[in-house]
């Protein structure tokens, strides 16, 4: 997965999305974990949301593949965030939840079922993890960026692919920013089971 794209244009995504609302999206994933929850904000970005946790008393750790959003995302949370890609993933049992917004979609299809695995196994038994992709189906290549979009078929058929995760909600919502209002997402709940 590259993060070229994010590096070269770090300053404008930060001030696109670091203080867009979604915390009608976060309400569904805090009020599954257990108050003071250790969570892991996976492909954060901006850091809006690790911030969010943190500030609603979350233990939070927080990693982005563009080193350039680590270090815009680092001064705007006040903490450390990690420079790691999904691909180096190697906690175990340590988080009661993973966020995971607008990340993973970046992941090209035939690798997510493994990235997801990674993840899956950082969650601790009965660990809860938001995802979100853009509705649609398929790969597609933008400039600079691969995105794997999912409809809810393809999102209960990865789920399934990676096993170990029971599906708690999948709902279908629109964009927030202006002027992006008709662009559709995918946003999944799950948990993982054994």
Known sequence: MSTS??????????????????????????????????????????????LAFRELG?????????AAMVARASAHTGFQVLHLEFAEVAWREAFDGIWANASLLHVPRHDLPD???????????????????KLGS?????????????????????????????????????DVRPGREDEGWTNLLVRRVG
């Open 5 to 50: 794209y994010y590096d070269q244009n770090a300053e404008r995504f930060f001030a696109d999305t670091a203080f867009v609302d979604l915390s009608e999206g976060r309400r569904r994933f805090v009020g599954a974990l257990p108050p003071g929850g250790r969570v892991l904000d996976a492909g954060g970005g901006s850091g809006r949301d690790a």
């Open 58 to 66: 979350f233990e939070v750790t927080a990693f982005d593949g563009s």
């Open 115 to 133: 990235i997801m695995r990674r993840l899956r196994s950082a969650l601790v038994p009965g660990g809860v993890w938001e995802l979100s992709f």
């Open 138 to 174: 398929g790969e597609r290549q933008t400039p600079g960026r691969l995105f794997t979009d999912l409809d809810e078929p393809a999102a209960q058929a990865l789920i399934a692919q990676v096993g170990g995760l029971e599906t708690l909600a999948i709902s279908i919502s629109y």
